[in-house]
C-alpha cells in the first residue's frame, strides 16, 4: 500500500530536530517553552471568550478614531497567529543564520517570547473591554 504523504514524517523529524537545536541553552529553552505557553493560553482565551463578543471589536489602535478602528472579531486570531509565525521564524533563522553565535540566538528567542506576551496582553485587554 502506498503512503499518502511520504515526506510527512521526514518533515516531522526536520521540525523536532530544528526545535530540539540548542535546547541544552537554558535561556533559548525557557523562552521557546514560555512563548509556546503564551501563545497557547491567548488561543484558548479568544476561543473561550469568541461567542461573547460583539460583531466588531477594536483592534486597530493606529487607526484614527471611529468605525476604522473595529474589526471583525475573527481578526483577533491574528494575534496568536502572528506570536507563533515570529517564533517558528526566529527559530529557522536561530538554525540557519545565527547558529555560531549563541547570543544572536538567544536575542532571537528573546524576541519571540516579548512578543507573545505583548501579543497576549493585548488580546487579553481587547477581549475583556468588549466582553
Partial sequence: MMQRFPL????????HTLWEENQDNWVISICRKLALAGITISAILLFWRYNFLPPLVP???GKPWGTDRLAHPLWLALLPAGSFIILM???IVARFITREMLIFTQILAITALLVSILSLVTLTKILFLVS
Fill in 8 to 15: 510527512l514524517p521526514l518533515l516531522k523529524q526536520n521540525i
Fill in 59 to 61: 483592534l486597530w489602535y
Fill in 89 to 91: 521564524v526566529n527559530t
